[in-house]
């Protein structure tokens, strides 16, 4: 059955609005002595929740090894194409780390075009760059917004992952190769 | 008149235009601070000047208030380039904002803010003890629209336009309710063994028993509303309207004509709560006595001289602070009216509310004072 909803007419006080101004008058007040929600932001910082994509970084391995190796998935998975690789050989003086044969020689991230969809993050699969948690950045020229490679070391760090993949590659290596002999 | 009255007549008119124009500037910090409360927020608490700030306790203390915000406001106004789009009409777009804020200013000469006592009778304090003075509020205070109907005019670009269209129908619709609501409280004033004219301190000594809005509050309910009308606050800021028009009438000016116009606004609310505390708040009265609590509760500071002089002033500051509050805190609680609905309670309701509550009221002293005086 139909509910039927009876609708009053207004009253004399209601059609004056004032019952209601007064009810409105209170509320405002009660706000006023609620505690403020204002963050006082460059002395306090928000909470930045875990999964953020904040500014894309690179990061090292534990042992302070680069991890990007240059295969530039994330160069072309890029949607702005802000980033840009020139791929290179093993530094000379990495010698222990030979056996991963490449390195970025440079690696660009261009802020002014970088939308942080953290594709690159999801497509890198030595898991070097990652999207932390720097919301943000600041620069008085363009060129401070392209992230070079030393910049994107100095703000990615390290991860603390002990995957070793590399490390785990040689020693299979090594092992098979003693196996033949 | 000798020299040096003429100069301490100078002296006090300027001391009383700065007094005002503070509080029209600090009161546009008290408009940002209880908008930001009301909203959950902080509200302006950076500013700070260089050597105060830094005193502890007080000197951050004050600067969470913002108490430094309107000089560093008005500063700005001041170095501000002074734009004029080339479309306007360069008299009348320079004159506005001055219109605008000498109505504003002149209306404080006859607002008595105080009493003293000579041999016992109350005297009150005031630039120009003149009697017509509700008459002289009245009538200079509506200049004001000028400024606003100009600064819309010579412009010459639509939104303002509309803004100052808008500005002149309110304030004409409102002028006639605010007018005939407060003819009740001068034939109070005005009854038998009375001084029998029109200045504020009149009313303000008729309040002795009874503040006039305890028993006159239609009256008072009517002159409000057409208060919050003639300054233009909200619920009826219908000349600026910000999501309509734009800014309305300001919408072409910038820096200092601004400025005047935002200080005039504030000026008008400040005068008008103060012209409110004198006509139904009982001025600088302490208390009513009601008939029935002893006399010296009117005014307990009649006896100290000069100190109760001052308390007196500071008393009646209070009230209308907290008037000006009141303008305040009724804008950040209600929306705004429509255009048609503003034009309809000024016409169809304030104004016939008005007049029979004069009526009512006539009838009511007549017979009041029929008994009273036989």
Redesign the interface.
């Known amino acids: 059955m139909a509910k039927v909803v009876e609708r009053k007419p207004l009253s004399l006080a209601e059609k004056t609005y004032v019952p209601q101004i007064l009810g409105g008058l209170k509320v405002t007040v009660r706000n006023m002595f609620r505690p403020k929600v204002t963050l006082q932001y460059p002395e306090e910082r928000p909470i930045i929740p875990d999964g953020y994509r904040g500014v894309p970084t690179l990061v090292k391995d534990p042992h302070g090894r680069e991890k990007c190796v240059s295969c530039q998935l994330c160069e072309f998975v890029c949607p702005p194409k802000a980033i840009r690789i020139t791929p290179g050989a093993m530094p000379e003086d990495q010698a222990e780390h030979a056996h991963v044969e490449k390195a970025p020689e440079e690696f660009e991230i261009n802020m002014l075009r970088c939308i942080y969809c953290g594709m690159c993050q999801e497509v890198c699969p030595e898991e070097a760059i990652f999207l932390q948690d720097i919301y943000s950045i600041v620069g008085y020229t363009r060129d401070e917004f392209v992230h070079k490679k030393a910049k994107l070391y100095e703000l990615g760090g390290t991860l603390p992952d002990e995957h070793y993949k590399w490390d785990k590659k040689k020693q299979a290596e090594e092992a098979a190769a003693e196996v033949q002999h | 008149m000798e020299a040096t009255d003429i100069l301490l007549r100078f002296v006090y008119a300027l001391i009383m235009i700065v007094v005002v124009m503070s509080m029209a500037g600090y009161s546009v910090l008290a408009e940002r601070k ?1 908008a ?7 509200g302006p608490n950076r500013t700070a000047l260089p050597l105060v700030s830094a005193i502890p306790i007080i000197g951050p203390f004050l600067k969470g208030l913002g108490i430094w915000q309107p000089l560093a406001d008005g500063a700005k106004f001041l170095f501000k380039e002074d734009p004029f789009p080339s479309h306007v009409k360069k008299f009348y777009y320079a004159l506005a904002p001055m219109l605008a804020v000498v109505p504003a200013l002149v209306t404080m000469v006859v607002l008595p803010f105080g009493a003293y006592w000579e041999d016992g009778v109350m005297q009150p304090l005031v630039l120009a003890p003149i009697d017509v003075g509700i008459l002289f509020i009245f009538a200079v205070s509506s200049l004001g629209v000028y400024g606003i109907v100009l600064g819309g005019w010579s412009a010459n670009s639509k939104y303002p336009f509309m803004g100052g269209i808008r500005s002149s129908a309110q304030m004409i619709s409102y002028e006639l309710a605010m007018g005939m609501s407060i003819l009740p409280v001068f034939m109070w004033a005005n009854g038998p063994n009375s001084m029998g004219d029109l200045s504020l301190f009149n009313v303000v000594t008729a309040q002795n028993q009874a503040w006039l809005f305890m028993w006159q509050p239609l009256s008072a309910f009517i002159f409000l509303v057409a208060l919050f009308a003639e300054t233009n606050r909200l619920p009826f800021d219908m000349p600026e309207s910000e999501t309509e028009l734009v800014g309305g009438f300001h919408t072409e000016y910038g820096s200092f004509k601004f400025g005047l116009f935002f200080v005039a606004e504030y000026a008008h609310m400040v005068v008008g709560s103060a012209v409110f505390t004198l006509l139904f708040f009982g001025g600088w009265n302490f208390l009513p006595s009601f008939g029935i609590l002893p006399d010296w509760i009117v005014n307990p500071w009649a006896d100290w001289g000069l100190f109760g002089s001052v308390c007196s002033v500071l008393w009646f500051l209070a009230k209308t602070l907290f008037l000006v509050f009141f303008f305040i ?2 804008r ?3 929306p705004r009216y429509r255009y048609d609905q503003v034009m309809n309670l000024g016409w169809k309701a304030l104004l016939p509310l008005a007049l029979a509550n004069v009526v009512v009221y006539a009838i009511g002293i007549a017979i009041f004072d029929r008994v009273v005086t036989n």
């Open positions: 209880v930001s409360w009301i909203q959950g927020r902080v805190w009724i950040w609680t209600l």
